[in-house]
T-cell receptor, first 113, second 114 residues
Framework: AQSVSQHNHHVILSEAASLELGCNYS??????LFWYVQYPGQHLQLLLKYFSGDPLVKGIKGFEAEFIKSKFSFNLRKPSVQWSDTAEYFC???????????FGKGNQVVVIP | SAVISQKPSRDICQRGTSLTIQCQVD?????MFWYRQQPGQSLTLIATANQGSEATYESGFVIDKFPISRPNLTFSTLTVSNMSPEDSSIYLC???????????FGPGTRLTVL
């Protein structure tokens, strides 16, 4: 079964700082990759996804992620965060053609105004 | 995207009782799933709800404890049976148009078992 690792569970940074959240997965085959976000008091929302093609994926709210197959990684980035980016971020992976998502433990990100 | 609702949004239950959680989608979807998020943990897939047949359970989850129904393409229920405090979690429903598409999540049901 696939597994997903996210490090630095708690991240605190100031507005305008850059954010990078690491995600590594263990699965030898083709995968679909996702980042989900959960804002305080809201339900889980899709931030971006990678199925195939350009390994640099752009999502909503200025986020992007890069798939590096050789490193089994799908790191999330945002060049300049805002207070409204305070949320929990989850990386998830599923084998190609199989919707059974495996989630990482999440990153709790707090942006200080 | 899809609009997903869950009932109840939260509940407090006594040990040994059962609770049925409902998931309703605003349009027909091929795939429906149930997840659990225990306190301080990530989401764990419980099962895939199959329309017209028995659900497909993940390792560590069994039908006697988590019976699931899916009578049509827009509705599913998850029952948490014979509850214990260890079942205190958020239970989430998710849907996908098909195997090649992303999942959308419902708001979750926060269950506390005393």
């Amino acid at each position: 079964a696939q597994s997903v690792s996210q490090h630095n569970h708690h991240v605190i940074l100031s507005e305008a700082a850059s954010l990078e959240l690491g995600c590594n997965y263990s699965y030898g085959g083709t995968v679909n990759l996702f980042w989900y976000v959960q804002y305080p008091g809201q339900h889980l929302q899709l931030l971006l996804k990678y199925f195939s093609g350009d390994p640099l994926v752009k999502g909503i709210k200025g986020f992007e992620a890069e798939f590096i197959k050789s490193k089994f990684s799908f790191n999330l980035r945002k060049p300049s965060v805002q207070w409204s980016d305070t949320a929990e971020y989850f990386c998830a992976v599923t084998p190609y053609g199989n919707n059974r998502l495996a989630f990482g433990k999440g990153n709790q990100v707090v942006v200080i105004p | 995207s899809a609009v997903i609702s869950q009932k109840p949004s939260r509940d407090i239950c006594q040990r040994g009782t059962s609770l049925t959680i409902q998931c309703q989608v605003d349009s027909q979807v091929t795939m429906m799933f149930w997840y659990r998020q225990q306190p301080g943990q990530s989401l764990t897939l419980i099962a895939t709800a199959n329309q017209g047949s028995e659900a497909t359970y993940e390792s560590g989850f069994v039908i006697d404890k988590f019976p699931i129904s899916r009578p049509n393409l827009t509705f599913s229920t998850l029952t948490v049976s014979n509850m214990s405090p260890e079942d205190s979690s958020i239970y989430l429903c998710s849907v996908a148009r098909d195997r090649e598409n992303e999942q959308f999540f419902g708001p979750g049901t926060r269950l506390t078992v005393l």
